[in-house]
Structure formats: C-alpha cells, structure tokens
C-alpha cells in the first residue's frame, strides 16, 4: 500500500518559496530589458522532432551524441526533449513565413533538458533566457546582442562578469583551419583522451574546448582560428571589437573560445564568473549565418545567446530582489466580524493591497501570532464590540501603535495608513 516516498529526479530540482521569488524579479527584469532593446517574446514547445537537434546543434556534439532525452512517441515518431531554443525559434520563423526579409528579434524564458552530470549550477531540467536577431549580417547586431547582455547582467546587480569573445569563420574559412588544427592535433595523439581523439577526426575545434589536463596542454600550441579568418570575417570581428569599445563595454579575446553547438559562424562568446568554479558560463552565443539554410530556409543571417538562469540565481545577491508589498492581516475575532471582513479582504485584494485574513474562530492573540509569523506590517482587528460602534482598529506591528477607522468605508480609508501615512 501506499508506503513508497518520491522525490524528484536526479538533476531535476524545485523551486521553493524563497528561491522562486529570486526567478520572478529575474523573469520580470528579463521581459523589462529584452523589450527594451526591441525585443518581442516568443515561446515554442519543449518537444521537437530529434532531427531538428541533430541537424542544427550537429550529430556529433555532445549534446545529440549523448546528452538529449530522446524517446519514441505513440505514433513511433523520434522526438527530444529541446536541449537548447535557437534550433526551435528558426524552426519556428520558417514554419510560420516570420521573417519575409524583414529583421527579426525574439527572447524567450523556458525549461531546457540534458542529461549532463549534475552539479552546482549544472542540472538537467535547467532554465535560459535567450534572445535571437534573424536576418542581419551586420556587426552592429552582434554588438547590440552582446550590449543587451550586460546591460541585463548589470540590472540583476551581478558583477565580477567576464565576456569573452572569439571568432570562428566561416564556410570560406573554416576548412583551411580545419585542416592546419587536425595536421596539429595528429601530433599531439599521444597526449590526447579518448573523446578528444574521437572529435580531432569528426569535430576538431571542440578539441579546443576538452577540460582535461592532458588536452589542455596538448593544444597550448594549435592554430587558433582568428589567425586563419578570410578577410571578411576579419573585418566582420575588428567592427565587433570596434563596436563594443565604441560603447564602453570591456570584453577579453579568448581565441581559444569554440562552442559545443555546431552551428556557430564568426563571433563566439561566453560570459564567464570565476565564482561560478567549473560551470564558469553564465551566457553564451554567437553567430549563426548557415543554420537557417540548414534547415531548409533561405540564406539568412543571424546571431544570439542564451543565459542559464541556475548560474545567474546562483551569481545574484539576495539583497537586489525587492521585497514584496507589507502584508496587512486581518482579524475578525467572531464569525459575525468574518462575514463583514470578508468582503473588505476581496475589495483590497482588488487595490493590489497584500492581505491575508486569520481564523474567525481563533483568538486575538492566536491571530496576532499568525500575522507575526507571516512578517505582517500591520494587523486591522474587528471584534464585537468594533462591530458594534461600526469601527475597526488598525494595529502597527511593529511600533503597537492602534488607530480607529471607519469600519463601513474601509477599504477606501486605510489605504492613506497602508502607504506610510
Ligand atoms: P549553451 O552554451 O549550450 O548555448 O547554453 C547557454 C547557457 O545555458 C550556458 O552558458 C549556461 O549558462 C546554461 N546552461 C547550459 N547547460 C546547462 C545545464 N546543464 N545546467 C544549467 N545551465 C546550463 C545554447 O544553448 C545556445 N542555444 C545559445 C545561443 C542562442 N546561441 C545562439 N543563440
């Protein structure tokens, strides 16, 4: 019978009182700033068809290779759980006409899946916030993206942030670069692991990226990609630089920066926190000009990140999130109080004044615990004889102070009290 206890899946986690307050202040700055940069929201759903990932995020990336929930549904069809939202937004544009050569740009809040190893700051149900420009090849944009992220960053009060930015080439580049890192990664064999062998093959540049000791040091000396851009590309990154110095904004060139996603083109970022120890990435992104071909839609240019809301809750002083509006408890002492109460409590609820009501049949004292419990600013106390002269007692929590207000115009003549006054 039933005896069996559940708790939730490993990697999986809830948000409890007290740390979900911590992600609406976050979500609300997020709608706040992504709108205005010019941003409007988008939302797909958590369940695409595998293909879609294979394609865009790459077959051999770690993510399709071993990381993504993928099973088959009722009707036999191979479906994932998305473990990221760029190849759903372009997934979503195409599907609906969005684009028609005009630029786009989205954000979106949401759950993604992967079954990583979990530990701080890394989970497998986690949380981005992420923003997406479709159909412009300009720096400016990539700019813009990288000045929303810090903008955003600062409004949350997180410092101590690094960008790192790199950049990856192109179709034109990319392969000569390819083939001068896999003539150096032959080399180096001996000192690689055992995925890293793997990857020089299929995947090279992620080699670039192994945490290993012994990979770390074995591509100390590889060609980096910024010396092997085409002219464009080079033009393309110097008017990124460009671009952020024009705005004050402080970045690191990381040319040993790759990403785990395939479909990155040209500017690669990361912003990183040394508090965050291994799970360094607080955002990530870049430019992605090839995916939307890649997935059967016209050339079209584009550019993007996502954050992970874990790492930014994780970075993110207490003391930035607002406290909610003072609480204001009501105490009808008898059920006759209660009936009469009731109604005021609806009436301010409506005002958006915070408020709660005890137990009619509790006693004053019983109830005045509860709303000291509950960090209530103020108590308003109806008894009988309160109903009697058609009055009702406000009570300052804090200083004990009492005042009388009208019990028939209540609703109206406490505001004044509740505001400070
Ligand atoms: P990503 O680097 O895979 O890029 O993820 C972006 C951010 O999501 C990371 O920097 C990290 O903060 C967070 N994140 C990733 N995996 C986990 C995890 N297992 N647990 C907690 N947080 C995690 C993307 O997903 C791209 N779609 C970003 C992008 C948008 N590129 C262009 N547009």
């Known amino acids: 019978m039933g005896s069996q206890s559940f708790s939730a899946l490993r990697g999986f986690k809830d948000l409890l009182p007290g740390e979900a307050e911590k992600w609406d202040w976050i979500e609300s700055v997020a709608r706040e700033t992504f709108s205005a940069f010019g941003f409007t929201p988008i939302r797909t759903p958590v ?131 390819r083939a001068a890192l ?6 180096q064999q001996a000192d690689l692991c055992e995925d890293c062998l793997r990857r020089s093959a299929v995947n090279p540049l992620r080699v670039l990226d192994c945490k290993k000791e012994g990979c770390r040091k074995a591509v100390a000396g590889a060609p980096c990609p910024v010396d092997h851009t085409c002219g464009a590309c080079g033009d393309h990154f110097k008017a990124v630089c460009g671009g952020l110095g024009d705005l004050g904004l402080s970045y690191h060139l990381n040319s040993r920066l790759v990403r785990g996603l395939d479909y990155y083109t040209r500017t690669a970022f990361e912003m990183t926190s040394m508090a965050l120890g291994a799970q360094s990435a607080v955002a990530a992104g870049g430019r992605y000009d090839g995916l939307v071909e890649v997935l059967g839609g016209p050339p079209t240019p584009a550019v993007g990140f996502a954050l992970g809301m874990e790492r930014l809750a994780l970075l993110m002083s207490p003391d930035v999130v607002p406290k909610p509006a003072p609480l204001l408890f009501i105490i009808p002492l008898g059920a006759a109080a209660g009936r009469v109460l009731f109604p005021t409590l609806f009436q301010l609820r409506q005002k958006n004044i915070r408020c709660e009501m005890g137990d009619d049949a ?13 960090g209530a600013a103020h108590a308003l106390i109806v008894g009988d004889t309160e109903m009697v002269q058609n009055a009702a007692i406000l009570r300052n929590m804090t200083t004990k102070a009492q005042q009388t207000l009208s019990l028939s115009t209540l609703a109206e003549a406490i505001l004044p009290h509740l505001t400070g006054g």
């Open 47 to 177: 369940l695409e068809t595998s293909e879609l990932f294979t394609r865009s995020i790459g077959a051999t990336s770690d993510i399709v290779e071993k990381e993504t929930y993928s099973f088959e549904d009722w009707d036999g069809r191979k479906v994932s759980l998305r473990p990221e939202g760029t190849a759903s937004v372009v997934r979503a544009w195409l599907e609906h006409g969005l684009g028609n050569g005009v630029l786009r740009k989205f954000y979106y809040l949401g759950p993604m899946f992967r079954h990583e190893r979990p530990q701080a700051g890394r989970l497998r149900q986690f949380h981005q916030i992420g923003a997406e420009i479709l159909g412009e090849a300009a720096p400016r944009h990539d700019v813009e993206l990288l000045s929303l992220l810090c903008d955003f960053t600062g409004r949350l009060g997180i410092d101590g942030l690094t960008l790192e930015i790199n950049t990856l080439g192109c179709p034109q580049c990319r392969p000569p670069y």
């Open 182 to 187: 896999q003539g150096y990664l032959a080399e």
């Open 362 to 374: 509790a006693k004053l004292s019983a109830q005045l615990k509860r709303a000291d419990r509950l």
